[in-house]
C-alpha cells in the first residue's frame, strides 16, 4: 500500500516538477543587474498550485511571494530536481523492498508445503 502511495507522489511530483521548470524557463526575466523577478508577459502566471504560463499580453507582470519562492529557491538552486530524484530513490528502494519480501514469503511457504 505505502509503495502505491509513493509511487503516486513521485509520478505527481514529477509531472510539477518538468511542468514547473518549462514554464519557469520559458516565461521567467531576471535583471541581472538589479535580480528582480518578472513574468515576461501578463496577465501573470502561477508556479503553485500547478504551474501555468502567463497571457499572451507583452508586459513584464509581477511575480507573487509564493511563485517568487518557489522560483529562486526550488526552481533555479535546482532544490526541486533533487528533491524529485530522492523521492524517486527511495520509491525504487521501497518497491524493491516489496519484492524482495513477496519473494522471500513464497519460498518459506513453498518450503512448508513441502514439509508436509
Known amino acids: 500500500m505505502s509503495v502505491v ?3 503516486s507522489v513521485s509520478t505527481c511530483l514529477t509531472s510539477y516538477t518538468f511542468r514547473a521548470y518549462t514554464v519557469a524557463s520559458n516565461n521567467i526575466y531576471e535583471d ?11 496577465p501573470s502566471g502561477s508556479l503553485f498550485p500547478w504551474p501555468t504560463e502567463p497571457g499572451m499580453l507583452e508586459v513584464l507582470s509581477g511575480v507573487g511571494e509564493v511563485d517568487l519562492f518557489i522560483y529562486r529557491y526550488l526552481i533555479k ?5 533533487s528533491l524529485l ?3 524517486w530513490i527511495l520509491t525504487v528502494l521501497f518497491m524493491l523492498r516489496a519484492i524482495r519480501h513477496a519473494i522471500l514469503e513464497r519460498f518459506e ?5 513441502q514439509k508436509r
Open 77 to 81: 538552486d535546482w532544490a526541486l530536481a
Open 109 to 113: 511457504r513453498a518450503k512448508r508445503l
Open 85 to 87: 530524484g530522492l523521492v
Open 32 to 42: 541581472p543587474d538589479s535580480g528582480a523577478v518578472a513574468w515576461r508577459t501578463g
Open 5 to 7: 502511495i509513493l509511487w
